[in-house]
Nanobody, 122 residues
Framework: QVQLVESGGGLVQAEGSLRLSCAAS????????MAWHRQAPGKQRELVAV???????NYADSVKGRFTISRDNAKNTVYLQMNSLKPEDTAVYYC????????????????WGQGTQVTVSS
């Protein structure tokens, strides 16, 4: 079993900053892409940022220049540094990880965290 534990959400004023963390634990034999998604009330879940095993990153246009995704492969952890936050960034943020769960071929699984609430007040 693989568990993803997120932390770092909360309430912040506009233009403030927050740092989210997501740590993977359990039966892990490798991790490829790690990503953050978010879902605002009444809206579909959207990709915020993704980082490959080699460190290549990609961002949604709405967060480019404000958010930074990073990872610590030794700790199986992905981070999202969020600066210059706006009220429209308010959402539940979910981490999403492609993880190999055994030595068996075909044992890659896509896992989701439980979500952490980020609320930005104006």
């Amino acid at each position: 079993q693989v568990q993803l534990v997120e932390s770092g959400g909360g309430l912040v004023q506009a233009e403030g900053s927050l740092r989210l963390s997501c740590a993977a634990s359990g039966s892990i034999f490798g991790i490829n892409d790690m990503a953050w998604h978010r879902q605002a009330p009444g809206k579909q879940r959207e990709l915020v940022a993704v980082i490959t095993r080699g460190g290549t990153t990609n961002y949604a246009d709405s967060v480019k220049g404000r958010f930074t995704i990073s990872r610590d492969n030794a700790k199986n952890t992905v981070y999202l540094q969020m600066n210059s936050l706006k009220p429209e960034d308010t959402a539940v943020y979910y981490c999403n990880v492609d993880v190999k769960t055994s030595f068996q071929p075909g044992s890659w699984r896509n896992k989701w965290g439980q979500g952490t609430q980020v609320t930005v007040s104006s």
